[in-house]
């Protein structure tokens, strides 16, 4: 069982919403760059190995994936009535799952830069 470290998971979210605002305004489009920056942080800051650093990554990803998701919901219900409601639900899971995907991805990457040896099972 992994133990979750928030601080770490709490910081990359920060990070990623941040950077993801700035490479926005610069590169539209290009904000998951932001995601990955962000994750990779998370994974060499958390220490337990590749899985450990996916684990957090992906943490990271739902996190931004909920609450983008709820942002979307708001905006487009305010702006399209039920059916934008129902397309924001549908943003909602399509977040969650590519980024809860590039989290994990980052993470890992960012325990393999570290170069932590994966913890031992008990």
């Not at 994974?43 to 909920?66: C, D, E, Q, S």
């Not at 899971?93 to 830069?113: L, N, R």
């Amino acid at each position: 069982m992994v133990e979750v470290k928030w601080m770490p998971v709490l910081i990359g979210f920060v990070i990623a919403v941040v950077l993801g605002l700035i490479i926005d305004m610069v590169l539209p489009g290009w904000s998951i760059i932001a995601y990955l920056i962000a994750t990779i942080y998370v994974g060499y800051t958390v220490a337990g190995g590749y899985m450990n650093g996916a684990i957090h990554g992906a943490l990271v990803g739902v996190i931004a994936g909920i609450i983008g998701g709820i942002l979307s919901m708001v905006l487009l219900g305010a702006l399209a009535g039920a059916a934008g409601v129902g397309a924001g639900i549908l943003v909602l899971i399509i977040a969650i799952i590519i980024e809860a995907i590039i989290g994990a991805i980052g993470g890992a990457i960012g325990a393999v830069i570290k170069g932590d040896a994966p913890a031992a099972e008990a």
